[in-house]
C-alpha cells in the first residue's frame, strides 16, 4: 500500500514539476521509494528527468551495470510536455545483495548527440540495510543443560551391502551343491499335492455314485480318472478306449472295471461290484503316480 502511494504522489509530482524546469538544461532526479531494505528485498528506484522537447534523451535499460543491484524489471510513465519541456519518468524494480550497511546508488539519463552522448547523474539515493538477524553478543552465555539427548545411530549400508554379498555367494554355492536334489524333491512334492486334490474330488464323485448311480456320476467319475492320469503321464488317457488303455498299461483286467462304470452309463444299469471297481481304478492310478515319483528320483 505504501509503494502505490508513494507512486501516486510521483505522478501527481510530476505534473506539478514541469512549470518549474528550468529553460535550456536537462535535469535529473533519482530516489528509492523506500528508506530501507532486507537483503534482497524487491526495491523501487525512481528515475525521472525534464528537458527541452527537442532534445534526445534516453533512459537506461536492462544492459546497464546496476553494481551490487540486482535489475528484475522497469516500469515506465508516460512523457508529459508541456511550454517546450518534456517530462519523463520510470521506476526500476531491483534487489540489493550488498551486505554494507547503507547503499548509495545513482543512475543517469543520456542526451543523444550525433557521435556520442552525455551522461546527466542526479544525487546519490541512499538505502539502508535492514538487518533480520540481531547481532552477536560479544560474550556468549551457555545454558547448562544435562539432560540425555538420545542420537540416532547412522546405518552401516557398508555392512549391510557385504552381508547381502555374502548370503548371495551362500545361495549360489548351495544351489550348486544341492540345487539337483532340492529340485527333485520340489518336483515330487507337485505331484503328491496334484494326487491329494485329485483323492478329494474322487472321493466326493465315487461316494455320489455308490449312493445314487446315474448316468451324470458315472461320466464324472471316468472323466476325473482319465484327466488326472493324461496330467500324471502326458498321454491322451481322455482320447483312449478301455481296450487302448489295458493295452498301454499291460492290465487286461481293467476292461472289466471300465465295463462296470460304463453299463452306468449306455446301459442305465448297475452293477453290484461298482465300488470294487473303483476301488481298482484308484489302485491304478496311485501305482502310476509312485512310478512317476520313483522316475523323479532315479533317472531324472
Not at 537506461?60 to 510536455?81: A, H, I, M, R
Request: include cysteine; charge should be negative.
Amino acid at each position: 500500500m505504501d509503494r502505490i502511494v508513494k507512486l501516486g504522489c510521483l505522478v501527481i509530482f510530476l505534473i506539478s514539476s514541469i512549470p518549474f524546469a528550468q529553460g535550456q538544461d536537462v535535469v535529473v532526479e533519482g530516489y528509492f521509494l523506500q528508506d530501507s531494505a532486507k537483503l534482497g528485498e524487491r526495491v523501487g528506484y525512481v528515475l525521472k528527468s525534464s528537458y527541452p522537447s527537442d532534445v534526445p534523451v534516453i533512459f537506461p535499460d536492462s544492459t546497464y551495470n546496476f553494481g551490487n543491484f540486482e535489475y528484475l524489471n522497469k516500469q515506465v510513465f508516460s512523457s508529459l510536455s508541456e511550454d517546450s519541456l518534456t517530462l519523463d519518468s520510470a521506476v526500476y524494480w531491483i534487489s540489493n545483495f550488498s551486505l554494507d550497511s547503507v547503499q548509495a546508488f545513482r543512475m543517469p539519463v543520456f542526451e543523444v548527440l550525433n557521435y556520442d552522448s552525455i551522461s546527466h547523474f542526479p544525487q546519490p539515493a541512499m538505502l539502508g540495510l535492514t538487518l533480520t538477524i540481531d547481532e552477536i553478543p560479544e560474550e556468549l552465555a551457555f545454558e547448562e543443560n544435562n539432560s540425555y539427548l538420545n542420537i540416532p545411530v547412522a546405518f552401516n549400508y557398508p555392512y549391510l551391502i557385504i552381508g547381502i554379498s555374502v548370503l548371495v555367494i551362500l545361495i549360489v554355492l548351495a544351489f550348486l551343491v544341492f540345487g539337483k536334489g532340492l529340485f527333485k524333491r520340489w518336483k515330487a512334492y507337485r505331484e503328491r499335492k496334484k494326487w491329494r486334490t485329485f483323492i478329494s474330488n474322487w472321493e466326493g464323485s465315487m461316494n455320489s455314485l455308490v449312493k445314487n448311480p446315474g448316468i451324470q456320476e458315472a461320466d464324472e467319475l471316468l472323466g476325473l480318472w482319465k484327466n488326472y492320469l493324461e496330467n500324471l503321464t502326458g498321454l491322451p488317457y481322455k482320447e483312449w478306449t478301455a481296450t487302448e488303455i489295458s493295452v498301454h498299461l499291460n492290465k487286461p483286467e481293467i476292461i472289466k472295471d471300465f465295463r462296470k462304470v460304463e453299463l452306468i452309463i449306455y446301459a442305465n444299469r448297475v452293477d453290484d461290484n461298482i465300488q470294487e471297481a473303483c476301488d481298482n481304478l484308484l489302485n491304478i492310478s496311485e501305482g502310476l503316480l509312485e512310478e512317476k515319483i520313483d522316475k523323479i528320483y532315479n533317472h531324472d
